[in-house]
T-cell receptor, first 113, second 114 residues
Framework: SQQGEEDPQALSIQEGENATMNCSYK?????LQWYRQNSGRGLVHLIL?????REKHSGRLRVTLDTSKKSSSLLITASRAADTASYFC?????????????FGKGTLLTVNP | DGGITQSPKYLFRKEGQNVTLSCEQN?????MYWYRQDPGQGLRLIYY???????QKGDIAEGYSVSREKKESFPLTVTSAQKNPTAFYLC?????????????FGPGTRLTVL
């Protein structure tokens, strides 16, 4: 089952604008991760935020996590055409000795030059 | 160069055939994963392995099989029992089985059933 749900499904902006993508999930998590996928390629890890953290930054990326609302957001500032890709959130769960990530369906971001 | 390699990049299969997708990593990671991605969809977990000679079913294991005889390798076999195997298959690894591990992905194999 897919835990994370990204919103919107698709987002089109102009270069230089900020892009915000949201992720909601249903059950408690240990961490939430954001990944990027260029068309036809593998996923690249962007950032990991733990359940006891509220905000994290990495370069032009800002991630927030609200565990009370079971939601996260990814903000890309000053977007570039090269940011065009699909962005996925993935929630980390652990139970016993098992650990796995559950991915959402992604947000397709298009940055127009 | 450290990373994960998958081969082949494209694979064509006739109905009723088994095919094996290769995944190799030189990151010295204990855990490895196989995912399936359909168009416009997220990733669904097929199998994962936390350590050599051990693996667990994911959410959609039916019609697939795996082995983990070496730390570096986690091949996936798509059997004839998988009714709709056409998809993009992604292999990943992570450094541990704790709660806070990012996954590193290979470039993927696109499987098409003719």
């Amino acid at each position: 089952s897919q835990q994370g749900e990204e919103d919107p499904q698709a987002l089109s902006i102009q270069e230089g604008e900020n892009a915000t993508m949201n992720c909601s999930y249903k059950t408690s998590i240990n961490n939430l991760q954001w990944y990027r996928q260029n068309s036809g390629r593998g996923l690249v890890h962007l950032i990991l935020i733990r359940s006891n953290e509220r905000e994290k930054h990495s370069g032009r990326l800002r991630v927030t996590l609200d565990t009370s609302k079971k939601s996260s957001s990814l903000l890309i500032t000053a977007s570039r055409a090269a940011d065009t890709a699909s962005y996925f959130c993935a929630t980390g769960h652990s139970g016993g000795s098992n650990y796995k990530l559950t991915f959402g369906k992604g947000t397709l971001l298009t940055v127009n030059p | 160069d450290g990373g994960i390699t998958q081969s082949p990049k494209y694979l064509f299969r006739k109905e009723g055939q088994n095919v094996t997708l290769s995944c190799e990593q030189n990151l010295n990671h204990d855990a490895m994963y196989w995912y399936r991605q359909d168009p416009g969809q997220g990733l669904r977990l097929i199998y994962y392995s936390q350590i050599v000679n051990d693996f667990q079913k994911g959410d959609i294991a039916e019609g697939y099989s795996v082995s983990r005889e070496k730390k570096e390798s986690f091949p996936l076999t798509v059997t004839s029992a998988q009714k709709n195997p056409t998809a993009f298959y992604l292999c990943a690894s992570s450094g541990g089985t704790g709660a806070y591990n990012e996954q590193f992905f290979g470039p993927g194999t696109r499987l098409t059933v003719l």
